[in-house]
């Protein structure tokens, strides 16, 4: 019976892949549709809690989010299977949309028929933010942080605001641990190995990249490097990727950075898997198979760190909320997210104010009509997301 229940969750999981459209605050709604609301795998406040943990943490924290479900319900073997079945759709689509690319000479891709994607995904993030501001609890302390995190969210639009914002929210609420019940502390013991491993990949690789004129080894240091240090999920990455690999290293040019980016945004998965992309162009010199190869170190390099962390965490991370201060300090921390999550919708919004006023139209239409759906009825995600896909190429047709 474990091992159907395994199975339907990594066919959950698979589902998602195909079909989490939006960027990291889109997924968690999914993952609350599907993994929360239709399966029951974890309450909502469980799945609150893991998503703004990993929020603190560098790394992807959709994938580090799902990982640490998948822990959760199977342990380190069905954690690891999770990782691979959530990341591997994009990665091979991108390693692929890369090898394309190449042999095109940089030749842009006609993504019109994708156009109603972004409102869509749009409404995805606000139904994670309705999710989130539902099940806080309603007190002065907790609206007065939700709405001061949105508002430093949203003027201060930087990756490393973000932990900042979590770890002062979840310090404020943490002083109100005497309202939490005492319960008996389990003993538990904390196992350094993974963080052991972690430090020595990240020296080891650094050092081997210098010792060595290997260009796959220093591939996978710039990229374990830019997993182990963004915050802020994979728009950051982005940014970092785009000094690194074009201004400074001039491994791609400006066009196909923004071809592949493009193709990015249209795309279910996590954003980390840009990495695959860049990776594979990163290799071309040595033909097919080093961009193969690429797309696996890219892949490989950027989801590894965080990967790690989560392998360290997630089987003491019961054990830590026996604490009363961890629980009062979640208060803060989801209060937090969720200013976190409204603050991206709008910044995501703004440039929809660009457009024509009957494109805007249709698109704020799309987004109400997106939001609705997901709140008042049990329609698959999946569906929506191929009813937005065939409206978009019957348009372009």
Not at 309 to 338: D, H, M, T
């Amino acid at each position: 019976m474990k091992k159907i229940r395994h199975l339907i969750f990594l066919k959950d999981v698979f589902v998602l892949s195909l079909t989490s459209f939006g960027g990291p605050s889109a997924h968690v709604a999914l993952f609350f549709k599907i993994l929360v609301q239709k399966r029951a795998y974890l309450s909502e406040e469980e799945l609150l809690e893991l998503n703004s943990f990993c929020q603190i943490l560098p790394g992807p924290a959709s994938t580090q989010t799902l990982t640490a479900v998948g822990f959760k319900i199977g342990g380190p073997r069905l954690a690891f299977l999770t990782l691979i079945v959530w990341i591997l759709p994009a990665a091979a689509f991108m390693t692929f949309a890369a090898i394309l690319v190449s042999s095109l000479k940089g030749g842009s891709i006609n993504l019109s028929f994708l156009q109603y994607m972004a409102p869509m995904a749009l409404g995805f993030i606000l139904y994670a933010a309705y999710k989130t501001v539902v099940i806080l609890p309603k007190n002065r302390l907790t609206i007065a942080i939700l709405i001061v995190s949105m508002i430093i969210a949203l003027l201060m639009a930087t990756p490393w605001i973000f932990p900042i914002i979590l770890l002062c929210a979840g310090f404020l609420t943490s002083w109100r641990f005497e309202k939490h019940a005492k319960q008996a502390k389990t003993p538990f013991k904390v196992r350094y190995a993974n963080l052991f491993l972690y430090a020595g990949i990240f020296v080891g690789a650094a050092i081997l990249g210098l010792l060595l004129d290997s260009k796959p080894i220093r591939l996978f240091e710039n990229f374990f490097r830019n997993g182990s240090l963004i915050f802020g999920g994979g728009q950051a990455l982005i940014g970092y990727f785009y000094i690194e690999f074009v201004q400074f290293k001039k491994l791609l040019s400006s066009e196909e950075f923004l071809t592949g980016f493009a193709l990015l945004q249209s795309l279910p998965g996590p954003v980390f898997t840009f990495a695959s992309y860049v990776g594979a162009l990163s290799m071309r010199e040595f033909g097919l198979l080093g961009e193969v190869a690429g797309g696996l170190i890219g892949s490989l390099g950027v989801f590894l760190p965080g990967t790690i962390l989560i392998f360290f965490v997630a089987p003491i991370w019961q054990y830590i909320q026996q604490y009363r201060v961890v629980k009062a300090s979640f208060e803060g921390i989801n209060a937090g997210n969720a200013g976190i999550i409204i603050a991206t919708a709008f910044n995501l919004f703004q440039p929809m104010l660009q457009l024509s006023t009957g494109t805007l139209t249709l698109y704020i239409a799309i987004l109400l009509t997106t939001t609705g759906i997901l709140i008042f009825t049990k329609l698959p995600h999946p569906i929506l997301i191929v009813l937005g896909g065939i409206a978009g190429l019957l348009m372009t047709w």
